[in-house]
């Protein structure tokens, strides 16, 4: 059968550099099945994250061929093989060796958002209409490929007043769910920063879950946002009431 | 104890190992009982093999006819009456409280027009049990408890392997370990533990479970002095994917049966007419994965081995709602529409129902101050599990440990940690690297998994278990010789060498106790011997196990 070549990244933070490697490709093979390849016959302290090998935890993210891609869901077949296909860590995160990065900011960013707090005297009836929406949300896997490619991380930088579109996913899960009774719109205007994203859908591009980032979560809870900070009706019953809150 | 100050050390009152389900539940309930908690994952926070679960949780309730009897009554015939009746009850009785629990915590299952849970039929169960949310239950469970968790405020300890549990007499005061990312020991000290690793299926080539399912908990405790229960029933789930090589193994859920799929040869015959004709596709999974290797074996199989699967016969859009991962799944990765044709299938190792000796209402193991919780732990599904009764299992056994430990915790004093013991785990996991000669520890695991799978395997001969045997013992040989290269920096060869001892040791715990039962059960079963048997197989430290 036939051999792909593989160029892959090696290295840490201070140095590295992209490394060939000859792989067999199998029918159906998958870019993970040829790191695990290099790892079983070539190499075997090439560091990458994986656990299931089936798209549902998210731990194999990578830049495949330039694109932030699930290494356990892309096809040996579907890229080209007339020439390297190159392998490198997600960008926006500090590599700690090879294809494994320092995703910890993401853990903090989390900590930052209240849970879910239902209504006193609830009596858990939900119906599947009003759980569809938010289902949604609750597919996203945490593979952080939509934390990656956000501009506002990647090329600006701004992880600590941002929270990226993986928790704006997060927090609408939490908003729209039918027996949330707390609002977090301050939290996205102050910690989490959701002025800064100016909806251009990269993330929604990359997300192996198909979640509609952008349309379903972000552009929903920008508009909850102005509705409570910035609309100059309500501004004006503010005013007039003395009160934070209408 | 002076050298330990070397050592980066932490000190709770109670240390869970493992951050799926089980341990997540567990730290819960250890931190509403006012104990100071940490979690120790060897992978990223939300990523253990819970995540993967997909068919659904159980719990008797919608239905009115159901009831926590049947439920038990369900639960102990598929394990062949070879389950602690005790632990069976309890989870009975308990899973609607943990279901309705996590709905409170915001999880969200699929509803009713009526506005409550929906529950969907699964093999063995009378009743429609399942709670879930299309097949992704296990994701929405995770993330549940993962964010309950957190909120609570919890330590956690994310990829981080464990190498040895610390004793001091007889009683568990901590845990010695190492960060995966930097290769750095660390200290745990804690007053209770409870061990909540999950499986053993990465023995197998041919498993539905991830990398990090190679027995250390069991391989822990046994090497602290804890009891190992049922070693030999390890579970291999009728459908896993047979095609391409790549994702052999991978599982295609229960519930594609659960929904009205049905099962064919080559021949286009529905066989389950005649191994179990009453439940058809909806048999114990020890019966249906044993059927579609009996087709196969005799040569009725699919092109590569498997039987088909095939559910198109119901509308596109229904199949894509309730089976959302395994469309995408068979379409993106075997080029196979689900909704037009069938899938290939056939039984890939899946779960143990054997592990850790447990007492039922506590999880306490034999060992003092050490508790066991779901996989890791034996008992609850006796020599079958019922599919949809793993993820009850976690939450009302892990609710049951954290309970227990955190009590057990507020009562015990502080105890000493032995410099010896750490230091003697430090020389062994260090050895890998000065070894200048010497094959790397990736093709022990593949020769490993090639014995598991020739030899131990669905069905079993006494002389196969014995070859076995023979050969595990050349492979610990191969184990204790492998070397290691690079630094200790995020090292997957430098891990494996260390899972590898693990799953040795499980490995050999499976083999010997298949060899030690004289009668079928159920998912393991000497093909010889044709009774069913009562009793349970106990391994201790210092008994036949070398």
New interface residues.
């Given amino acids: 059968m036939a051999d792909a070549i593989l160029e892959v990244f090696r290295g840490?933070q201070e140095a590295g550099g992209a490394k060939q490697y000859t792989v067999p490709i199998?029918?159906?093979?998958?870019v993970l099945?040829a790191l695990h390849y290099i790892?079983?016959?070539l190499e075997?302290?090439?560091?990458?994250?994986?656990?299931?090998?089936?798209?549902?935890?998210?731990?194999c993210s990578a830049e495949v061929n330039g694109r932030p891609r699930l290494t356990c869901?892309t096809?040996m077949d579907s890229l080209p093989t007339d020439k390297p296909i190159t392998v490198y860590p997600m960008k926006s995160f500090p590599v700690?060796?090879?294809l494994?990065t320092d995703?910890s900011w993401n853990?903090r960013v989390?900590?930052k958002i209240p849970?879910?707090t239902?209504k006193p005297k609830t009596d858990?009836?939900?119906?599947?209409e009003d759980?569809d929406r938010?289902?949604e949300f609750?597919?996203c896997?945490?593979c952080f490929l939509c934390q990656n490619v956000c501009h506002v991380v990647r090329d600006h930088h701004k992880k600590e007043e941002f929270g990226g579109p993986r928790f704006f996913v997060r927090v609408a899960g939490?908003e729209m769910?039918p027996l949330d009774n707390v609002s977090r719109a301050k939290l996205l205007k102050d910690e989490l920063g959701i002025g800064y994203c100016n909806i251009t859908k990269c993330c929604t591009e990359v997300c192996p879950e198909e979640i509609k980032i952008t349309d379903n979560a972000i552009i929903p809870l920008k508009e909850r946002v102005v509705d409570e900070f910035y609309d100059p009706l309500l501004k004006l019953v503010r005013k007039i009431r003395g009160s934070g809150s209408v | 104890m002076t050298n330990q100050t070397k050592y980066e050390t932490h000190e709770h009152d109670v240390l869970i190992i493992g951050a799926g389900g089980a341990g997540l539940r567990a730290a819960i309930e250890a931190l509403s009982a006012g104990a100071r908690v940490a979690v120790v994952s060897k992978?990223?926070?939300?990523?253990?093999?819970t995540?993967?679960a997909e068919g659904g949780i159980a719990m008797a309730n919608v239905d009115k006819a159901d009831s926590w009897r049947t439920h038990f009554r369900d639960t102990m015939r598929g394990g062949k009456l070879l389950n602690n009746w005790r632990m069976a009850q309890l989870h009975a009785q308990e899973s609607p409280d943990r279901v309705?629990e996590l709905?409170?915590?915001?999880a969200?299952f699929?509803?009713t027009?009526?506005?409550?849970i929906?529950q969907r039929a699964f093999g063995g169960h009378t009743f429609k049990r399942l709670c879930h949310?299309?097949d992704?239950t296990g994701?929405?469970m995770i993330?549940t408890l993962q964010?309950?968790g957190?909120?609570m405020g919890f330590d956690?300890f994310m990829e981080c392997t464990i190498i040895r549990l610390l004793t001091d007499g007889s009683r568990v005061v901590g845990a010695f370990g190492y960060w995966r990312?930097q290769g750095r020991f660390v200290v745990l000290k804690a007053k209770a533990v409870v061990m909540a690793t999950g499986g053993i299926g990465k023995a197998w080539p041919i498993t539905s479970n991830?990398?990090?399912c190679t027995g250390d908990g069991m391989t822990l405790a046994y090497e602290a002095g804890a009891d190992l229960l049922d070693m030999e029933f390890v579970q291999f789930h009728p459908t896993g994917m047979v095609?391409?090589?790549?994702?052999q193994g991978?599982?295609v859920t229960e519930a594609v049966r659960g929904e009205g799929g049905v099962l064919r040869n080559k021949l286009g015959e529905r066989f389950m007419e005649k191994y179990d004709p009453k439940r058809m596709e909806l048999s114990t999974r020890d019966l249906v994965a044993r059927s579609i290797y009996t087709e196969v074996k005799e040569g009725r199989g699919s092109e590569h081995g498997g039987a088909f699967l095939d559910i198109s016969h119901k509308p596109p859009e229904y199949v894509k709602q309730k089976l959302p991962?395994m469309y995408?799944?068979f379409k993106?990765?075997?080029?196979v529409d689900i909704t037009k044709g069938p899938m290939e299938v056939g039984p890939t190792c899946h779960y143990m129902m054997g592990g850790i000796r447990v007492e039922a209402e506590t999880a306490a193991s034999s060992l003092p101050g050490l508790f066991a919780a779901g996989e890791a732990a034996a008992g609850l599904h006796g020599a079958n599990r019922l599919g949809g009764n793993s993820l009850s299992d976690l939450v009302v056994f892990g609710r049951r440990a954290g309970l227990a430990a955190a009590a057990f915790a507020a009562k015990a004093p502080a105890g000493a940690t032995d410099s010896a013991q750490i230091a003697g785990s430090e020389r062994d996991m260090l050895a890998p690297f000065e070894r200048g000669e010497g094959e790397?520890?990736?093709s022990v695991h593949?020769d490993l998994q090639k014995v598991m799978q020739n030899l131990v395997g669905i069905f079993r001969t006494e002389e196969d278990l014995t070859t076995a045997l023979a050969e595990l013992e050349k492979l610990k040989q191969r184990a204790n010789q492998v070397r290691?290269?690079?630094?200790r920096?995020?090292?997957?060869?430098?891990h494996?060498s260390r899972d590898l001892k693990s799953m040795l040791t499980v490995s050999e715990a499976v083999a010997r106790s298949a060899l030690a039962r004289k009668e079928t059960a159920a998912s393991i079963i000497p093909s010889r011997m044709n009774q069913c048997g009562v009793g349970s197989i106990t391994w201790s430290r210092g008994m036949a196990m070398a």
């Fill in positions: 840490n199998a029918p159906g093979m998958v099945d790892q079983g016959h075997p302290d090439l560091a990458v994250r994986w656990n299931c090998k089936a798209g549902k935890c998210g731990s869901k096809r700690i060796k090879d494994v995703v853990y989390n900590k849970p879910f239902p858990w009836k939900m119906y599947q759980v938010v289902q609750r597919k896997i945490e939490l769910h | 992978s990223l926070l939300g990523k253990a093999h995540v993967m309705r709905e409170q915590w915001g969200l699929d509803r027009s009526d506005g409550d929906l949310v299309g992704r994701l929405e993330r964010d309950r957190v909120q956690v990312e991830s990398w990090e095609w391409p090589p790549g994702v991978l599982l991962s995408h799944q993106e990765l075997a080029d790397g520890p990736y593949r290691v290269e690079g630094s920096l995020f090292n997957p060869g430098w494996l």
